[in-house]
Every structure is written in C-alpha cells, then in structure tokens.
C-alpha cells in the first residue's frame, strides 16, 4: 500500500523556537513535495525535491530527502506567526499522481 | 504567471442534485489533478487525466465522473449529491513531459451540500 505519514500532526510552538516536521512514506520514490495550506486556501507550493540528499532552503524553511530512509523533513528555524499553517508533503510514487500525508498543522504563539 | 483557474469558487446545492466544476490548467500543461479534501482532512486523489485521456482514478465514486476536452480544460461531474460530498475540490495541473515537473493547484471549489 502507498502510504505517506507525518509527524506531528499538530504542534504549537513559540515564536524564536526551531523545530522539525517529518514526512515517512512507504515505498520507494525520488520525488517528493512539499505544500503550504492556509484555512480554507489553496495548496501552495515550497519545496520540490527530486534526488536522495536534496535540501532546500527558503526563508525560515528547509527541507532535504533521504530516500534510502524514505524520510524527509521540513525543518523551521526561529518561527514566526506568519508561518502558521498546516503543511503537507506528497510523494509521486511513480504513478502520476501525488498521495499526500495527512498534515502538520502548525500554530506559532507569540 | 498564469495559474489554475477553478470555478466556480463557491457552490451550494442540495441533495439529488448534480454539480459541475471546472478546471482551466497553466497553458501547456498536459495533466489535470483532481483531488477532494474534507474538512480537517488531507486532499483525497479523485481522477487525473493526460493528454485528454483519463490516466488515473482514485476513490472516486461511481456518482461522479470527469473529462478532459480538446482545450485541456476539465470538468467534474458529480450526480446525487450526498452530505458527505461537501468538501473543498482542488484541481492541479502539471506537465509531465518536463523534467522536475510539478504540480499547481487552483484555488479549489467549496461545494456545500445541504
């Protein structure tokens, strides 16, 4: 079965703070995405990644791959309010389409 | 730049009736997503479609169907309105024949069914 996990689903964190959300799939797979939601929004692209070993940093966000491990994270570095949101990873696992974990929905309190 | 266009934004219908969305993908790109995300839930794979042919389905019910037209646009139908069938309706778009490709999403349809 493809299947994508992430953990945590929820998290509360202050601002300043870092922390990591992490992105399991099943099967193997080099491509994986990671997205931005706002309540009611659409799914807004941030990081693409499409080897083992990819990082790729944008502002307070960073993500990398390890396919051998079938893991990626998106890590976030002295958080802010803006970036609260639920974040969600997808994985092509080959067969055109993406199935996505089930979100990290992030809340920053100042 | 260009993005999907999904319309409409906001729909309200009531059980039995049918709905129609529609999905306008970034021009040149051969593949149309259509995904359906309940509230508090992640996006659920309906149907994809390349090159106007229907490529994939997910867990679409039988009370819906999709096509792709000559103009890449496509079209959700959906037949027997459920409760259950309120939810956020994204449509992506990508081009698979390109290298890195990914997929963009329109800005969804909210369907409330009553």
């Known amino acids: 079965e493809l299947k994508v996990e992430q953990n945590p689903l929820f998290l509360s964190m202050q601002e300043g703070k870092n922390y990591t959300i992490y992105c399991n799939y099943s099967?193997?797979?080099?491509?994986l995405y990671w997205y931005r939601q706002d309540p009611g929004k659409s799914l807004e692209s941030l990081f693409v990644?499409?080897?083992?070993?990819a990082v790729k940093q944008e502002g307070r966000l960073m993500a990398s791959l390890d396919t051998k491990a079938r893991l990626s994270t998106l890590h976030i570095t002295a958080a802010v309010h803006d970036l609260s949101a639920t974040y969600f990873c997808a994985v092509d696992f080959g067969n055109e389409k993406l199935t996505f974990g089930t979100g990290t929905r992030l809340t920053i309190i100042p | 730049a260009a993005g999907v266009i999904q319309s409409p934004r906001h729909l309200i219908k009531e059980k039995r009736e049918t709905a129609t969305l529609k999905c306008y993908p970034i021009?040149?790109?051969?593949?149309v997503y259509w995904y359906q995300q309940g509230p508090g839930q992640d996006p659920q794979f309906l149907i994809s479609?390349?090159?106007?042919?229907?490529?994939d389905k997910g867990s679409i019910p039988d009370r819906f169907s999709a096509q792709q037209f000559s103009d890449y646009h496509s079209e959700l139908n959906m037949s027997s309105l459920e409760l259950g069938d309120s939810a956020l309706y994204f449509c992506?778009?990508?081009?698979?024949?390109?290298?890195?490709?990914?997929?963009?999403f329109g800005q969804g349809t909210r369907l409330t069914v009553v």
């Open positions: 021009p040149r790109h051969d593949t």
């Open positions: 099967t193997t797979s080099d491509r």
């Open positions: 479609f390349y090159e106007k042919m229907q490529s």
């Open positions: 992506a778009s990508s081009n698979l024949g390109q290298l890195n490709t990914e997929a963009f």
């Open positions: 990644l499409l080897s083992n070993g």
